[in-house]
């Protein structure tokens, strides 16, 4: 048994486990030697990633939950599945924004479901699963955040909000979980070139990082924490430290329109 199999074993949760980067946490671990659980919306997706792996390492247990995150009965249902299963290591990789625009303009259902998606099932799936983890001595956390955490963003400003929390939920709980072997790790992404991001922002597709490269630097991070930002996201934090706080809202702004042209 691997190191990190010892630390972060035996089964790992994916939630969002289903493409991009999620699938590739799943291929990167199978190979560490970890059973998997993918939880995402779409079975045929999770179906698909799970005969892949299966192929690949027909060792490995690997099993499909297909489930709405948004539904607020999900989280327990999980739990309660997932009883028998020693859960080692969580990843939070749901929570992708799907609709720009003013916050006024966007129906309030779908502010509803971008809460419920990055805000609500990951405090109720990392308070369980953490809490499991906090009793056995071991395991690690990886909350999937965006360098919209930065500071507030027009057209996405809910999305933004939620993945600020993210963020700093993370950060305290990597320091309250340390002293009890959990680790714990915000990693913010910038702009990754997925499977969503072509269906969805197809203008923005081919000028984001490799999903395999980002879930490998997302995994390496895990132990050290509490938080990892994806390229150019250090140089552009430390270029909003330097701005008022409306300079920098009105930088993301710009950067988020530069990201669509």
Known sequence: MSAFAAKYGPTALIAGGSEGVGSEYAR????????????????????????ELAEAFPERRIETIATDLTTPETPAM??????????????????????????????????????????????????????????????????????????GS????????????????????????????????????????????????????GRGADPAEVASRSLAALSSGPLLREEPGDVFAQHLAGLTRAQAVEAMHQAGNAYHD
């Open 28 to 51: 990167l671990l199978a190979e560490k030697g970890l059973d998997l659980v993918l939880v995402a919306r779409t079975a045929e997706k999770l179906e698909a990633v799970r005969a």
């Open 78 to 151: 999980l739990a309660q599945r997932l009883a028998a299963r020693e859960i080692g290591l969580l990843i939070y990789n749901a929570g992708s924004n799907w609709k720009n625009g003013d916050f006024l303009d966007i129906p309030l259902d779908h502010a509803q479901a971008l809460t419920a998606l990055n805000v609500t099932a990951p405090t109720a799936l990392t308070h369980h699963f953490g809490g499991l983890m906090r009793e056995r001595g071991r395991g690690g956390i990886i909350l999937v955040s965006s360098l919209a955490y930065l500071v």
């Open 154 to 205: 027009p057209q996405i400003a809910v999305y933004s909000a939620a993945k600020a929390y993210s963020t700093t939920l993370a950060e305290a709980l990597w320091f309250e979980l340390k002293p009890h072997g959990v680790d714990v790790l915000s990693h913010a992404f910038g702009s990754v070139d997925t499977p969503f991001i072509a269906r969805t922002f197809p203008e923005a597709y």
